[in-house]
């Protein structure tokens, strides 16, 4: 998955102004207990990063 259709899902989501503030404040324990952007500069996949956000964030299925 690319980062830019990462991101847009994460906006259709979260909602353009919330996406980066959760991506950058809340820390998640599936993802090492890191945030979104520490997991994508370590290196995690944005595809894996996603997936972590649907489950822990009960992303309909629809919009996985």
Partial sequence: ??????????S?????GYADTFAHD???????GRT???ALDAGWDAKDVWRVVCTAMDVPQERR
């Fill in 36 to 38: 979104v952007h520490e």
């Fill in 26 to 32: 809340h820390v998640m324990a599936e993802l090492g």
């Fill in 1 to 10: 998955m690319r980062l830019t259709v990462f991101w847009q899902l994460m």
């Fill in 12 to 16: 259709e989501h979260f909602g353009a």
